[in-house]
């Protein structure tokens, strides 16, 4: 499979100026929000004629069994479609998860083993420690944040953050979670997604995500620095984006993967 072609970059500064105040402190270019739905919606939009992703990625992680830095390649597919391939100095695969959205599979070479069952965050964090679900992880390489519940109608309240800047938006989680709600903030300029804070009832902190280093590819503004932080996972991982195509169309089977012969399949719940 053909992994990367180089695409060139183009850096955008961007300014966070004080938000909700008086122009000129506020960006003009941009409405002035005050509905919280409304801002998400827009927010939401700024992506959405992307439906494919392939990037090259290089990630400093530090988890529970020590830190490791490793070059990665991540191919996504609008809502949840995954494939992620560890490279070698060589650029060739060293480990590689799939999922379809309800299904995982993952090949590890260095041991022979061949994984599969749900494609749930636990899964998923086997290859790519983000603790995140299939549909979140194609989120990420957009610069999406997961959207917890979000999308309940009511759910979303707008704030300013004059200190940092930023709108704010925080929604409740769903029903039955672990968690009690999340945290966004965003750039007024751009609408986009700079920090998320996903909080237990006590005020902690489940996870958080920074996007940062935004540049465009394409008309789409992505970021390059993706940060996520899981102290409940002991897991701070650092993920670079070297390079990005969009909107490619993918070679079939990419999403899926079978076992070589002989080695032997475990079923993971």
């Known amino acids: 499979?053909?992994?990367?072609?180089?695409?060139?970059?183009?850096?955008?500064?961007?300014?966070?100026?004080?938000?909700g105040s008086c122009p000129p402190s506020f960006p003009t270019d941009q409405?002035?929000?005050?509905?919280?739905?409304?801002?998400?919606?827009?927010?939401?939009?700024?992506?959405?004629?992307?439906?494919?992703?392939?990037?090259?990625?290089?990630?400093?992680?530090?988890?529970?069994?020590?830190?490791?830095?490793?070059?990665?390649?991540l191919l996504v597919e609008r809502p949840a479609r995954l494939?992620?391939?560890?490279?070698?100095?060589?650029?060739?695969?060293?480990?590689?998860?799939?999922?379809?959205?309800?299904?995982?599979?993952?090949?590890?070479?260095?041991?022979?083993?061949?994984?599969k069952g749900p494609a749930t965050p636990k899964n998923i964090a086997k290859l790519l420690p983000v603790w995140l679900s299939g549909d979140e992880v194609v989120g990420l390489g957009f610069g999406e944040p997961p959207w917890g519940g979000c999308f309940v109608k009511g759910a979303a309240r707008l704030f300013v953050d004059r200190d940092k800047g930023q709108y704010r938006i925080e929604c409740p989680a769903p029903t039955a979670r672990s968690w009690q709600r999340d945290v966004y903030g965003v750039d007024p300029r751009s609408l986009a997604v700079v920090e998320t804070e996903r909080l237990n009832a006590d005020g902690s902190v489940s996870h958080r995500i920074r996007?940062?280093?935004?540049?465009?590819?394409?008309?789409?503004?992505?970021?390059?620095?993706?940060?996520?932080?899981?102290?409940?996972?002991?897991?701070?991982?650092?993920?670079?984006?070297?390079?990005?195509?969009?909107?490619?169309?993918?070679?079939?089977?990419?999403?899926?993967?079978?076992?070589?012969?002989?080695?032997?399949?475990?079923?993971?719940?």
Not at 4 to 19: D, K
Not at 49 to 64: C, E, P
């Open 1 to 19: 499979m053909r992994y990367f072609s180089t695409v060139a970059f183009y850096v955008l500064a961007a300014a966070f100026l004080p938000a």
């Open 211 to 269: 996007f940062s280093d935004h540049a465009k590819v394409g008309d789409l503004l992505l970021p390059r620095r993706i940060q996520y932080e899981n102290k409940s996972k002991d897991v701070d991982i650092l993920i670079k984006v070297v390079e990005t195509e969009l909107n490619e169309k993918f070679e079939a089977g990419t999403f899926e993967l079978e076992a070589p012969r002989g080695v032997p399949t475990i079923e993971v719940k």
């Open 31 to 73: 409405p002035v929000y005050t509905d919280g739905e409304k801002l998400l919606a827009d927010v939401r939009a700024r992506t959405r004629s992307a439906k494919t992703l392939r990037a090259l990625l290089r990630v400093d992680a530090y988890t529970s069994e020590g830190r490791f830095k490793v070059k990665e390649i």
């Open 83 to 115: 494939h992620v391939a560890t490279l070698s100095p060589m650029d060739s695969p060293l480990s590689v998860l799939v999922s379809n959205g309800d299904r995982f599979a993952l090949y590890d070479q260095k041991e022979q083993k061949f994984f």
